[in-house]
C-alpha cells in the first residue's frame, strides 16, 4: 500500500519550487503546496495514474488561480513590487542544480510579472523544469499544440526584457563585498564608482514601512538615497552578508536580531546595474533573526 505521507513528502521540494517561481511568494507558495497535500490525501486511486504528475498539476493550477486575483492586488499595491526573499538553505533546496539558481533571482522572478499566470506556468515548466509539451497540456489542460504557442511566445517575452550581459558568481561577490564596505563606511566616492550610470533602485515597503514609493534611476540619485537611510541607522544596526535568490546579498537587523530588510544587486558589465531592497516586514517573516541565523550560517 503506498504511504501518501512519503510520496508527497519526496515530492514537496519541487512542488514548493514550482510554486516560488510561481508566486514570488514564500507564503502562497507553502499554502498552495499545503492545498496540494490536503487534494492529494482526498484523492481517489482512479484519480491518480501518477503522483508526481497529479501532485504537479494540482500546484500549478492552485498558482494559475491565485495569480490571477495576486495581479489586481499587485496592480493596487503601494510602490514597486518585489518578491519575498528566499536566504540560505532554503534557497538551495529550491534552487539545488546550479542551471536552476539564475532562476531564482529576484530579477528573472521580476521579470516573469510581465507573463500571464498561463504563460508563467508553462514557460517555467518547460524552460527551467524541463516537461515535454505532452505533460504541460496535461498539468494545465490545454493541447500540446496551444502550449507550444504560449512557450514560443512567453519565450520571446522574456528574452526582449532579460538583460544581455551576464556576471561571473566572482564580479557579483567582488561587487557585493565593495557595496557592503562602502556603505558601511559612509564612502560614497567609492560606492559612485560601483555602481553603474544608469543604475536603478527598487524599494518595496509595500505601504507598511517607509520605502521610495517610486524606482529611482541613476547613480548619483541612487547614492544620495542610499547615503540617507545610512545616515538614519542605528548604532546597534546589524548586517550580514548571505544568499539571496541564490545570489550575493545582504540582510540588515535591528538592534533586537530582528530581521528590518533584504539587499539583492543585479549585475552587468563589471558594474551594480540594480538594487532591489525589501523593508515590507510581511515580506520578511520568514527571514531568520541574527542569532539564529548565524548558528544556521556556522553549521552549513
Known amino acids: ?135 504541460i497540456a496535461s498539468l494545465i489542460g490545454k493541447s500540446e499544440a496551444n502550449c507550444r504557442q504560449i512557450s514560443r511566445r512567453a519565450r520571446q517575452s522574456v528574452a526582449a526584457r532579460r538583460p544581455r550581459f551576464e556576471s561571473s558568481p566572482q564580479e557579483e561577490e567582488r561587487l557585493m563585498e565593495g557595496f557592503l564596505g562602502a556603505s558601511v563606511a559612509g564612502d560614497m566616492e567609492t560606492l559612485l564608482q560601483l555602481l553603474s550610470e544608469d543604475v536603478t533602485l527598487y524599494s518595496d515597503g509595500g505601504g507598511k514601512t517607509r520605502a521610495a514609493l517610486r524606482p529611482i534611476y541613476g547613480a548619483d540619485k541612487v547614492a544620495r538615497f542610499l547615503s540617507g537611510i545610512l545616515g538614519n541607522i542605528p548604532p546597534d544596526f546589524a548586517v550580514r552578508q548571505t544568499r539571496v535568490n541564490g545570489r550575493p546579498g545582504l540582510v540588515g537587523y535591528f538592534g533586537d536580531g530582528s530581521p528590518h530588510s533584504v539587499v539583492s544587486i543585479e549585475v552587468a558589465e563589471g558594474s551594480i546595474k540594480a538594487i532591489r531592497l525589501v523593508v515590507n516586514p510581511e515580506k520578511l517573516e520568514k527571514v531568520p533573526p541574527l542569532e539564529q541565523a548565524e548558528v544556521e550560517e556556522g553549521s552549513m
Not at 504511504?3 to 514550482?18: G, K, M, T, W, Y
Not at 504528475?53 to 486575483?69: E, G, N, P, Q, W
Open 1 to 135: 500500500m503506498v504511504n501518501r505521507v512519503e510520496v508527497f513528502d519526496q515530492n514537496r521540494p519541487l512542488l514548493f519550487s514550482i510554486a516560488y517561481r510561481m508566486m514570488g511568494s514564500v507564503m502562497e507558495a507553502e499554502d498552495a503546496v499545503q492545498e496540494a497535500y490536503l487534494r492529494w490525501q482526498r484523492a481517489s486511486e482512479d484519480e491518480v495514474r501518477s503522483p508526481s504528475a497529479y501532485l504537479a498539476k494540482v500546484v500549478t493550477r492552485l498558482c494559475i488561480d491565485r495569480l490571477r486575483s495576486a495581479r489586481v492586488r499587485r496592480e493596487q499595491y503601494v510602490g514597486p513590487w518585489l518578491p519575498e526573499p528566499v536566504l540560505g538553505e532554503q534557497a538551495q533546496e529550491i534552487g539545488s542544480k546550479a542551471e536552476l539558481e539564475d532562476t531564482l533571482s529576484m530579477a528573472f522572478l521580476v521579470l516573469l510579472e510581465s507573463l500571464t499566470p498561463v504563460e508563467r506556468a508553462v514557460f517555467l515548466l518547460r524552460e527551467v523544469f524541463d516537461y515535454e509539451y505532452a505533460e
